[in-house]
């Protein structure tokens, strides 16, 4: 159960570490992308971390373990939980910079209001979607 759970531990580093390198180049695409892995490797270590509580291993045994690969996760996740929050900092200003860039780049065209009347010079509307 021991090498279950750090086999567990290192694939979860590894995406993480994939993950974070991503953010790190902004490519907000790759990021996303390993979601599914991320979240995959997250439930391995939790399910290993559980059966290893359960086959009676000893605190020191569970010491050694968190020692020998608890510090370099927990480093991982905060650099990972820093990286996301700058890249959906990135991504608010970049969705604002467009929607205030938008109106001007859009024609000014007759067009009709909300009661029918006749409205010149008017913005039409704008939707923006976004997707990483």
């Not at 820093?82 to 959906?88: F, I, K, Q, S």
């Not at 010079?121 to 923006?128: I, R, S």
């Amino acid at each position: 159960m021991t090498q279950d759970l750090i086999d567990a531990a290192v694939a979860l580093a590894d995406t993480l570490a994939r993950e974070n390198r991503a953010l790190v180049e902004m490519d907000l695409a790759r990021a996303v992308g390993l979601l599914e892995e991320k979240n995959r490797a997250t439930a391995a270590f939790t399910r290993a971390h559980a059966g290893a509580a359960a086959a009676g291993l000893t605190e020191a045994e569970r010491q050694r373990i968190a020692e020998r690969v608890g510090g370099h996760l927990r480093a991982l996740a905060v650099d990972n939980k820093r990286l996301l929050e700058r890249a959906l900092m990135v991504q608010k200003r970049v969705v604002g910079a467009l929607a205030q860039a938008a109106p001007a780049a859009l024609p000014r065209a007759p067009r009709y209001g909300a009661r029918g009347e006749f409205k010149r010079g008017a913005l039409p509307a704008v939707a923006l979607f976004t997707r990483a």
